[in-house]
């Protein structure tokens, strides 16, 4: 029977994970908190192995002790699968953990499937033009999948808790000092309504008319690689798409986005696409529900004031 033990620094990928893990096989969780150990019987966990440690009081502080924790809670759970949130964190996890267990991990996972005890994970490759099948040969395997990959559906465990005691070395990395982030943080993968912005905005100033799109919907704005990685106009917590956040969105208004591959694999499941594009053979168009061709300067303020109505 495969083991399946899941782990992710946040609850919501965590849940989402063994959603998908009492498919596959036997669904356990790894948590560094015992405080909220019990929160995921309701999401099928038939164990809950908890670590605790004043080692990893500073969550955020060495990945290298994380990970030193986590190869010593799968060694006790038995588990031959680990599944990680693709988060910015767990991909650094995933790597260091998989060194310490000796065997092979895949990262930014959109895809599993089980068969002879061994899972398919599928994710994009050649820049996002494809789509590859990995299998991992070692006996163990280490999984981070992309958050939002999987629905989160409840099923009630009536799971066991059970207590590892971790022997971990001092963290070598000190806090010293912490200091706020300058810009407010915006969640672009929980957000019901999603404005995305591309290049096609001329300067930053003009990134207000998005936002006002935005603010009018009740909703977050969102942008490709272009605005965040390489103009910085906006921070990297906004960039959707293969190097960035995936969006499942009720509803997504793209505008001045060209629809890139590796920007549009992170916006197909949204359920309904709106694009405005002044040139009418932009591949957006191709994944749209709707397709606007025209200025985004004359259409996106009309649009602002019709909807404030
Ligand atoms: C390995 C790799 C990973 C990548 N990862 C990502 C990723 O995660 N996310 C991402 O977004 N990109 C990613 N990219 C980059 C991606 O390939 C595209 O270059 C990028 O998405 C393009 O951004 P854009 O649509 O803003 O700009 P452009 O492609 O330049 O498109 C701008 C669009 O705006 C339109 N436009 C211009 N003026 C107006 C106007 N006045 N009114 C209306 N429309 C107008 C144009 O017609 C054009 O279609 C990656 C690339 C590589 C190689």
Redesign the pocket.
């Known amino acids: 029977m495969t083991q399946i033990l899941v782990f992710s620094e946040q609850d919501a990928v965590a849940f989402e994970l063994l959603s998908k893990a009492r498919e596959l096989g036997t669904a356990m969780v790894a948590s560094l908190r015992k405080s909220n150990a019990s929160d995921y019987f309701a999401y099928g966990a038939q164990k809950v192995f908890v670590g605790e440690s004043a080692a990893l009081a500073d969550f955020s502080a060495d990945a290298l002790t994380r990970a030193d924790a986590l190869a010593q809670i799968v060694n006790a759970s038995g588990a031959n699968i680990v599944l990680i949130g693709s988060t910015k964190r767990g991909k650094e996890l995933a790597g260091r953990l998989a060194q310490k267990l000796n065997c092979g991990a895949v990262t930014d996972a959109i895809g599993l499937s089980a068969s002879d005890g061994k899972i398919s994970v599928q994710r994009y490759a050649l820049?996002?033009n494809t789509v590859a099948t990995d299998v991992i040969n070692s006996e163990r395997q280490v999984i981070a999948v992309m958050p939002k990959t999987f629905e989160t559906t409840q099923q009630a465990a009536p799971g066991e808790i059970v207590n590892v005691a971790l022997q971990l070395r001092e963290p070598r990395v000190k806090i010293v000092e912490r200091k706020a982030k300058p810009q407010a943080t915006a969640n672009v993968e929980g957000a019901e309504t999603l404005v995305v912005v591309?290049?096609?905005f001329g300067k930053p100033e003009d990134l207000a008319i998005g936002q006002a799109l935005a603010s009018a919907l009740k909703g977050e704005m969102g942008c490709?690689?272009?605005?965040a990685a390489d103009y910085h106009w906006l921070g990297e917590e906004r960039?959707?798409?293969?190097?960035?956040k995936k969006a499942k969105p009720r509803l997504l208004i793209s505008v001045?986005?060209?629809?890139?591959i590796?920007?549009t694999v992170?916006i197909l499941e949204s359920k309904i696409i709106v694009a405005?594009?002044?040139?009418k053979s932009?591949p957006i168009f191709k994944i749209a529900d709707y397709g606007i061709v025209?200025?985004?300067?004359q259409i996106v303020p009309k649009l602002t004031a019709r909807i404030g109505k």
């Open positions: 820049g996002g591309g290049k096609g490709t690689r272009t605005l960039m959707i798409g293969i190097s960035g001045g986005v060209s629809g890139q590796q920007h992170g405005i594009n002044k040139d932009a025209g200025d985004l300067y």
